[in-house]
């Protein structure tokens, strides 16, 4: 798990952040959801579709992953099965101006 204040999170942290309102990005592909689970109260965008999703426009956002997108302020964690990826993932939002 990575997020940009602390790059690397704990489960109990995960959770105790998602008691707030972060938004709970899981970039693995969708095969690896379907084989290894679901993360509760995550959305998965998996990473080839990240960039274009987080320029989406927001209602496009909304019907795509029934959730509400993001804005370049809000709390945003990425997770996926190693780690590698959710540091892609946040330099990909950190590039497109989320902080």
Known sequence: LCAAAAPNLSY?????????????????????????GKIPESINIPLGELMEALQMDPTEFKEQYNQK???????VVFSCLAGTRSKQALAFAMSLGFS
């Open 12 to 36: 109990q942290e995960l959770k105790d952040l998602k008691k707030a309102s972060v938004l709970h990005i899981d970039v693995r592909e969708r095969w690896e959801i379907d084989r290894f």
């Open 69 to 75: 997108m993001p804005s370049k302020s809000d709390p």
